[in-house]
């Protein structure tokens, strides 16, 4: 296996765990939010589904802009489980057009003209596309927790599921 199916592998089981999360949200604490200052349930889940198909569009640019991340909130459980099969098959499909050597290419994020961030494409995928969702997906847990919503495993059983 090449680097590329390595990691489709990893996106197509990761957005495997991820659905069986969004799955237990319910549409009627869409709005909740544990602080003032923090995203709510609707709005977390709908960015963690779409996290790696809008971070594989930003960095499918060779420079990209600093974006404005929309935070909209979902009306529907359905809505979020649709994002994430679009988020997925968009980055797997810009994953196997980067290919192996498209990944080596330096990737800069700019804002206003001035570099802000320049890598590797290997490196900021990593990093955004894969790891920002996993990060986002621990605070969904959290969400549950604290709503009394049982947790599902991620790797292995949750405390609610053993």
Not at 4 to 13: A, F, G, N, V, Y
Not at 27 to 33: G, I, V
Not at 54 to 81: D, I, M
């Amino acid at each position: 296996m090449n680097i590329i199916e390595d990691w489709i592998s990893e996106l197509k089981r990761e957005a495997e765990s991820t659905r069986s999360l969004l799955e237990r949200l319910p549409e009627d604490k869409f709005s909740w939010r544990p602080h003032p200052k923090s995203m709510s349930l609707g709005q977390l889940a709908l960015h963690a589904a779409g996290v790696p198909g809008g971070l594989a569009l930003l960095l499918n640019e060779a420079v990209s802009e600093v974006p404005v991340v929309p935070l909209p909130e979902p009306t529907t459980r359905q809505e979020l489980l649709e994002a994430l099969d679009w988020s997925v098959n968009l980055a797997e499909s810009k994953l196997r057009e980067w290919g192996d050597d498209g990944l080596r290419d330096t990737w800069k994020l700019v804002s206003k003209g001035e570099t802000v961030l320049e890598a590797p494409r290997i490196d900021m995928a990593r990093t955004l596309m894969f790891n920002h969702v996993y990060h986002h997906r621990g605070q969904l847990t959290v969400y549950l927790r604290l709503l009394g919503i049982p947790v599902p495993g991620m790797y292995g059983p949750s405390a609610d599921e053993q």
